[in-house]
């Protein structure tokens, strides 16, 4: 009798299709997830109280009767509100997309729908690699201070 | 038996897309990690060498603080074991979501890959509690502001 084998060639797409989300990763996701919404909408309420404190707050810290005092609080509101802003810019354009993967992720896991789930993890691949490239940008501001920070020590001494 | 193929049947599998994007997060996320756990690592090494200059300047910026004597400095190291233990926490479930998460993929791996997802919900629950703990934080500052 004949045994016949079946070749055994595994493509990525066999590979990945013996996963599966079973109801207790379901279940892991869907936490994920929602407490990824909390988080997202924590930041958005975040970003609004520091704009409306940038823009509407008091500087009593600043209330002195000293004129050049008073100048210097103007700049600083000014230089308060801009990196407001930008820093709420920022925060808002990342948080968005943790905050669609959080949606669209639980709305895939509870329909049992493979394309909205990846939907909501290519949201957080998004989210993943903007906060990296931020870094990365960090990074290289940091590492530029460093070089003028020790080209002045030079030129000084 | 039966009821086992028809579960397996309607199971979410991990299809060509999802597993090329969970890579790519992963890939990332591990990135994220890793400069987190050296920037910690660098933050407790500076704060070892120079505590003690840290935390005069801090005195000075701070001057009741003085008057507390030692009790301010056990405070302020105790402050500064939790903020060392939260981001610890926050990037070592980063990191071993990556890892798991990668190597369930690739192994094929479902408990792998499961305790993967596991760190994920880990890592936002943590982020989440410090996201409404900071909300409070600001709420309560804002009704100090006006």
């Not at chain 1, 600043?62 to 509100?81: E, K, V, W, Y």
């Not at chain 1, 943790?98 to 669209?104: G, S």
């Not at chain 1, 949201?123 to 906060?131: A, D, G, T, V």
């Not at chain 2, 402050?79 to 233990?85: D, G, I």
Request: aromatic letters at 14%.
């Amino acid at each position: 009798m004949e045994i016949q084998q079946t070749p055994e060639t595994f493509t990525p797409l066999d590979n990945y299709f013996n996963i599966s989300f079973d109801a207790a990763t379901r279940a892991q996701i869907r936490q994920a997830a929602n407490w990824a919404k909390v988080y997202a909408i924590c930041a958005f309420a975040g970003y609004a109280i520091a704009l409306v404190v940038a823009f509407f707050g008091r500087m009593t810290y600043l209330s002195d009767s000293n004129p050049g005092a008073l100048q210097f609080s103007a700049t600083f509101r000014n230089a308060r509100i801009l990196s407001a802003l930008i820093t709420t810019a920022v925060g808002v354009f990342i948080n968005y997309f943790l905050y669609r993967f959080a949606v669209a992720t639980v709305k895939g896991i509870d329909a049992m729908d493979s394309v909205t789930t990846n939907e909501g993890f290519n949201h957080l691949r998004r989210y993943f690699r903007i906060l990296g490239i931020l870094i990365i940008i960090g990074l290289c501001f940091v590492v530029l201070g460093f070089i003028f920070g020790i080209l002045a020590g030079l030129s000084h001494s | 038996m039966e009821n086992d193929q028809q579960e397996s049947l309607i199971q979410m599998h991990l299809d060509y897309d999802g597993g090329h994007i969970l890579r790519e997060t992963v890939r990332w996320s591990r990135f994220l990690s890793i400069v987190g756990i050296v920037g910690l690592s660098l933050c407790l090494l500076v704060l070892a060498l120079a505590g003690t200059a840290m935390f005069a300047a801090f005195s000075r910026l701070a001057p009741g603080i003085e008057g507390l004597g030692d009790l301010a400095g056990g405070l302020l190291l105790v402050l500064l074991l939790v903020f060392f233990a939260i981001f610890g926490l926050l990037v070592y479930m980063l990191y071993r979501f990556s890892v798991l998460t990668r190597k369930g993929i690739d192994h094929q791996d479902q408990t792998v890959f499961a305790e993967g997802m596991k760190c994920l919900k880990t890592y936002f629950l943590v982020c989440g509690i410090l996201g409404v703990l900071s909300l409070l934080a600001n709420l309560f500052a804002l009704t100090k502001l006006f």
